[in-house]
C-alpha cells in the first residue's frame, strides 16, 4: 500500500493543471489516471471513501481516452478523477451525508449543478468522500463510517465536514474534490490536510441537490493541491473569464488585529504574518483593521445553524433517533423547541452587522488571516492544552471562517510551506472576488515556492 | 368645510401632473397649493391625519415659490404637497405608527430614504397620515387614534394599513403619499377608497427609517389621484428612465383562474373582466392561468408576517400590553412562544413555491384580477354577510395581493370607472417592472375615461 503510514511531503499528488497538461500532451489517457486513481482510493489508509464507483468511472475514462485520440475534448477538466463529498447529488449514486439515517438512501436522480458543471468540462466521478455526519462539525471525526484520519498524521482530524475531500487530494489520491462550507468546511480540513480550499461567494453556486446543514450559510467550493488548479475548478463553475489578473502591487491587505482573530497554537501566527510580509514585499499596502463588532456577530452563527439545522433534522430525531452518531444528536436536540424570536433576532442582527463589519475593514481588497486557531488535533479529543490551558477544538476551528459564511464573501485557504502538520492561510475576497483571491494565493504560492 | 359628508366624484382632486403644470407655469405657487393642502387636512373628516406639520411645510413651500420664481426647479416633484404613512421617518417628526406604544416617540433623527428621495425632488412634507396600528392588519379602522374613514362613505374602513395615506389622496386633501404594503397596504386601500396604489418590487425601495412589520415582506409604495401620478413618483423613486412604453398590442395577459383568485362581492367580478376585454380588444393576447399551489404558498403568509411582527413587539407586549390596541394585542400574542420551525420551514415552503408558482403562471407580462374580494365593509365590522353567507373582512382583503409580497412581483391597483363604493383591478408584473405595470394601467385608465 502506497500510504499505510503518515504522508511526510507536503503534497505528495499531481497538480490539476499538470495532469491536464499530460492528458491534452498524449502523456497520460484518462483512462490510466482515473484507473491510478481508484487504485489508491481503494487501498486508502485514511478512510477518505463512501463509496467508489469503479465501473461507471472507467467506462466514462474510456470514452474520454476515445476522444482524447481522435482530438475531442470536452472542455478544461477532460479524463480529470473528481471527488464528491457525500452532500452531494451525483446522478446515480446515493447521498448518504455521513450517516446511518441516510444508510438505504436511493440512488440520486440527477448531478447537483455543480456536479454537472464538472462534469461538462470532462471530469469523471470517481467517488463519494467522507463527511462529518450531515456536515454538523469542523472536525471530520464523527460519522456512520468512523473518523477521516489526517495524511500527515493518522491520529489526528482532517478536520471538517468536508473530511474526504481534503484528505483524498492531500493524499495525492485525487487531483480535485467538491465539498460544502457552512462555517468552515471546506477551509478548515483544507488548512489542516495541506490542501488548497476555495469558498466561493454566498449563492455563487447553486446549493441545488446539495443536503443542507443551514440555507443562509451553505456553500460549495473546492479543494485542489495547488492554487492553479483552484483556479481551473473555480473558471469551470464560475463560467466566465478571469479578466487581467490582479495586481499584488498597490494591492490593499487588511490584517483584523483584535483577539478574536489571533490563533491559539504558537505555531501557527508566524504564517500570515509571513504572507503579510511576502505581500508587502511585493508592493501591497498594508492596513490594520479593528472589528469591534465580531463577538455580537459571531454569537448569530451558532443560532442561525442550529435552528436551520434541527428543523431539517426534526422529524428523523424524533423517528430515528438511534441512527445518529450520539454527538450529533446531542447537538441538534440542542435547539429542539427554541423559539421563533431567537432565530428571527439573530438573522436580524446578522444583517445589522454585516454592514458595520463591511464599513469596520474599510476599502481593502482582501483580508489576510490564519485559516483556524489549531493545527490537527487528536481524533476525538474535545479539547488540547497549549500553554497549559485547555482550548476547546471546535470554536478554534470554526471562529475564523464563519465570519466570511455569514457576511458570503468569498474565501481560500491557502497552505503555508512548512513540514509536520500543515498550516492554512486564509486569504478573505472584500474588494475582490473569487478569481481576484485566487490571484493573491498564487502570487503567495509562488513567493513561497 | 368642503368634505363633510361623502365624497360622490370618483376623484375629486387634482392630479400630480396637472399640478405640476399649474406651478411651473406660474398659474400656483408652492404655498398656495400647500396651503390649501394644510387646510384641508386640518378641517378632514375622515381622520387621515395623525401629525400636521404647518410651519415647516409653509416655510419649505415659501422657498420653493422663491426658487420657482427665479425659474429654479429643483426637481419634477417641486412644491408638491406629500403625506406620508406614520409608519415611515419624516426628520423632525415622531413616528407613532398609530400606536400609544409610541404615544411620546422623539422626532425621528432623518428622512426615511424615500422620504428623501421625494424631498430632494421638490416635495413637500405636510403630514404623517393614519395608519392601522403598527401597519397590522387590511382594514384602517383600529389605531390609537380611532379608525380612518373612507370618503366615499365615512361609515366604511378605507382600507388599510396606508389608511390615511389612501384617504387622503382620494378626499382630494394631497396628490401624493407614501404608505407601505406588507401583505395588501397600499393596494388594498387604494381600491377601496378609489386612487391608484403602487407596490414597487421588494428591495426597490429601501425599507430603512420604516418601522417594520415583517421584513422579508415589507414593501415601501405610493399613492396617487391617477395613474400618471404614479408614474411621475415612481421615476423619482426609481431614479432611472422608463425606456421605451409598453405597447398593449401584443401584450401577454394572465387571468388566474382558481377559484382563490374570484372575488366574493358580486359587484367586483364584471371589472377585472372588463379590464381583460379592453386590453384584449387593443391587441393583448389573454391566456388562462391556473396555480395549484396558492393555497399552500398563501399559507406561509400569516406564519412568515406573525412570527417576525411578534419579534418586533415582543418586548413591548411584556412591558406595555394595555398601549396596544386590544386586537393587535391578541393577533401578535397569538405569535408568542411559538417554534422556530415553524418559522423556518414557513420560509422555505415560501422559498420552494414561488418558483413553482412562476412556472404556473408562465411567461406573461403582467396578470390581471380583482384588488380585493371585497368592497369597503362598515367600520368595525369583522364579517359581512354576501349572498347569504358570512365572508371574513380580513382575508378578503388580503388574499389577492399578499400572493406578490410573498413573490416580491410589483402590482399596481387602478380604480375602475364605478359610482359608489370603489372597486380596484389589480395589474402585476410578472415580465414587466413597475413602469410597465403602469404603462399597463395608464392603457385601462385611458380606456375607461
Not at 247 to 263: C, E, I, S, T
Request: charged letters at 20%; a negative charge.
Amino acid at each position: 500500500m502506497r500510504h499505510s503510514g503518515a504522508v511526510t511531503e507536503s503534497f505528495p499528488g499531481q497538480s490539476l493543471p499538470t495532469l491536464i497538461d499530460a492528458i491534452r500532451a498524449g502523456r497520460l489517457t484518462p483512462s490510466e489516471h482515473v484507473a491510478q486513481a481508484l487504485e489508491r482510493l481503494a487501498a486508502d489508509p485514511f478512510n477518505t471513501v463512501i463509496t467508489l464507483d469503479v465501473e461507471r468511472a472507467m467506462a466514462a475514462a474510456a470514452a474520454l481516452t476515445d476522444e482524447a485520440t481522435q482530438g475531442r475534448w470536452r472542455g478544461p477538466l477532460h479524463g480529470i478523477a473528481l471527488g464528491v463529498k457525500d452532500l452531494i447529488d451525483v446522478a446515480g449514486l446515493p447521498t448518504r451525508c455521513g450517516s446511518n439515517v441516510l444508510r438505504d438512501a436511493p440512488p440520486a436522480v440527477a448531478d447537483a449543478p455543480a456536479v454537472a458543471q464538472l462534469r461538462a468540462a470532462g471530469a469523471v466521478i470517481v467517488a463519494k468522500l467522507h463527511t462529518q455526519e450531515f456536515a454538523h462539525g469542523p472536525t471530520g471525526d464523527v460519522a456512520a463510517t468512523g473518523p477521516a484520519r489526517n495524511p500527515h498524521d493518522p491520529t489526528r482530524i482532517t478536520g471538517g465536514s468536508s473530511s474526504g475531500s481534503a484528505a483524498a487530494v492531500a493524499a495525492g489520491y485525487l487531483p480535485l474534490a467538491l465539498g460544502t462550507d457552512t462555517g468552515c468546511s471546506v477551509r478548515t480540513p483544507a488548512a489542516l490536510c495541506g490542501v488548497v480550499g476555495l469558498k466561493p461567494t454566498y449563492g455563487a453556486v447553486s446549493t441545488d441537490g446539495v443536503f443542507p446543514l443551514a440555507e443562509t450559510l451553505d456553500h460549495v467550493g473546492v479543494l485542489t493541491g495547488d492554487v492553479a488548479g483552484a483556479a481551473l475548478a473555480w473558471s469551470v463553475l464560475n463560467g466566465r473569464d478571469a479578466g487581467a489578473p490582479v495586481a499584488v502591487d498597490g494591492l490593499r491587505v487588511g490584517v483584523p488585529m483584535d483577539d478574536y482573530w489571533q490563533p491559539a497554537d504558537p505555531a501557527i501566527a508566524p504564517w500570515p504574518a509571513a504572507a503579510v510580509a511576502a505581500l508587502a514585499a511585493a508592493g501591497a499596502r498594508v492596513v490594520e483593521v479593528r472589528t469591534p463588532m465580531i463577538d455580537e456577530l459571531v454569537a448569530t452563527y451558532p443560532l442561525i445553524v442550529g435552528n436551520e439545522a434541527y428543523t431539517t433534522h426534526a422529524r428523523w430525531l424524533a423517528r430515528r433517533p438511534a441512527d445518529y452518531q450520539p454527538l450529533i444528536r446531542e447537538r441538534l436536540l440542542s435547539f429542539a423547541d427554541r423559539p421563533a424570536v431567537e432565530y428571527i433576532q439573530a438573522q436580524r442582527t446578522r444583517r445589522r452587522l454585516v454592514p458595520e463589519f463591511g464599513a469596520a475593514v474599510g476599502d481593502v481588497d482582501v483580508l489576510v488571516l490564519p485559516t483556524t486557531r489549531l493545527r490537527a488535533t487528536p481524533i476525538g479529543a474535545a479539547s488540547v492544552p497549549i500553554d497549559g490551558a485547555d482550548v476547546d477544538v471546535r470554536p478554534a476551528m470554526l471562529a475564523l471562517n464563519s465570519p466570511f459564511n455569514l457576511t458570503g464573501w468569498p474565501a481560500v485557504s491557502v497552505p503555508a510551506p512548512v513540514d509536520g502538520l500543515p498550516i492554512g492561510v486564509q486569504i478573505v475576497g472584500v474588494g475582490l472576488d473569487e478569481y481576484g483571491i485566487i490571484d493573491v494565493a498564487a502570487a503567495l504560492e509562488r513567493a513561497w515556492r
